[in-house]
Structures are given as structure tokens and as C-alpha cells.
């Protein structure tokens, strides 16, 4: 089993819709959890972080954590062609100093 | 300007030889890393080392041997550079505010291409 799971795409949402993206983790230590976004052919950006239980919002993004049921997400309102990018989740373990990557998921914004 | 920075950008080169990958960054951080991303896209760390003193180390070929000469530089040097070596090497730094939190700011990738 992997460390942690996204479903790779490609996820294609209609401009304007809600982009939900989902990660699941198989450490139930895990304290911090990321979500980066991820141009073609550029580096990974942060866009969130969440460490505890329920929902935080920035702006159009909303970050869901549910810790008994090992499940991050990560919700785009008002979804732009300009969010088309591959979205991915790390997660840190209690005490780790690494983040362990997912897979990612290809999101594509149709216009 | 640049946070992080990489260079070269884009590397190719034959089988068998040696490169090195260099990193530096400006944001006064205290911690540095490497990852690799393969074709699939799956971002995975190799080394970090933390005011110069390796910190972690995973299972990789100890052909790939990091060197951080100040907490501000970590270049990798790999040595009979192999095929499977080809993918995108990402440096990445951070300021560890408490144990539970901790942003990456990640370098714009070093493309290795090896024939």
C-alpha cells in the first residue's frame, strides 16, 4: 500500500464548477498535510496546509481534513481554466521531518 | 530575486559519466532538500540536510552523494550516471516555525537526460 494515494486524472470540471480533489494516507500518526499545485514543467507551489480536523479556507480553496478516516481533500470553487495543473498532496508524519508526496492528480479546467 | 535556486536547468549527458546538480538559496533557511520526480510525476525526497548535517537519508544508490559546503548551498554530485537516473531533480528549502508546520519552497528543477 502506498504511503499516500491520490487518484492520478486525468479530472476534467467544467469552468466555474467545484474541483474536488482527494488524498488518503496510510499513517494515522500523520500531523501535517499540503497541498501543492504544479504547472507542466515547473516546480511544486504550496497552497495549503491543515493539521487539524475539519474544513480551512483561502480564498477559492478549501482544505477538508478527516483524521479518523485518514483523508485529506482539497476543494476548488469557481473553478478557472488557469487552475489546470496537477494538484499534490504530502503528508508529514508525528515527529517525521520528511513529506511523502502522492502521486498527484491532473485537473483540467474545460473553458 | 530567485528563492531557490538551480543550476543547470537542463542537463544531458552519456551514460557512465559524472555531473553535479547544484542548489542555493536566499531565504535564510536552515533546512535544504533533494527529490527526484520520475515520468509519472511521483515527487520523492532523497537527502535533506538541516544547518549543513544530513538529516535524511533514504534508500538511494550511493552514487548520489550530497554536499552542503554552508546552510545556504546543497549540491548533489551523482557518479556512473545510469538511464533510470533520468528524471527531474527539484532542491527545496525550509524554515522549520514548530515541529507540526514547515512550507517547502521548491527550486524550478534540474532536467536530467541521460543517453
Redesign the interface.
Known amino acids: 500500500q502506498k504511503e499516500v494515494e491520490q487518484n492520478s486524472g486525468p479530472l476534467s470540471v467544467p469552468e466555474g464548477a467545484i474541483a474536488s480533489l482527494n488524498c488518503t494516507y496510510s499513517d494515522r500518526g500523520s500531523q501535517s498535510f499540503f497541498w501543492y499545485r504544479q504547472y507542466s514543467g515547473k516546480s511544486p507551489e504550496l497552497i495549503m496546509f491543515i493539521y487539524s480536523n475539519g474544513d480551512k479556507e483561502d480564498g477559492r480553496f478549501t482544505a477538508q481534513l478527516n483524521k479518523a478516516s485518514q483523508y485529506v481533500s482539497l476543494l476548488i470553487r469557481d473553478s478557472q481554466p488557469s487552475d489546470s495543473a496537477t494538484y499534490l498532496c504530502a503528508v508529514k508524519g508525528q515527529g517525521a521531518q520528511k513529506l511523502v508526496f502522492g502521486q498527484g492528480t491532473r485537473l483540467t479546467i474545460n473553458p | 530575486d530567485t528563492a531557490v535556486s538551480q543550476t543547470p536547468k537542463y542537463l544531458v549527458t552519456q551514460m557512465g559519466n559524472d555531473k553535479s546538480i547544484k542548489c542555493e538559496q536566499n531565504l535564510g533557511h536552515d533546512t535544504m532538500y533533494w527529490y527526484k520526480q520520475d515520468s509519472?510525476?511521483?515527487?520523492?525526497?532523497m537527502f535533506?540536510y538541516?544547518n549543513k548535517e544530513l538529516?535524511?537519508n533514504?534508500t538511494v544508490p550511493n552514487r548520489f552523494s550530497p554536499k552542503s559546503p554552508d546552510k545556504a548551498h546543497l549540491n548533489l554530485h551523482i557518479n556512473s550516471l545510469e538511464l533510470g537516473d533520468s528524471a527531474v531533480y527539484?532542491c527545496a528549502s525550509s524554515q522549520a516555525r514548530g515541529?507540526?508546520?514547515?512550507?517547502?519552497?521548491?527550486?524550478?528543477?534540474t532536467r536530467l537526460l541521460v543517453l
Do not use: A, V
Not at chain 2, 40 to 45: A, G, N, P
Not at chain 2, 99 to 109: D, I, K, S
Open positions: 509519472k510525476k511521483f515527487l520523492k525526497i535533506s538541516n538529516i535524511i533514504e527539484f515541529w507540526n508546520q514547515e512550507t517547502q519552497y521548491f527550486g524550478p528543477g
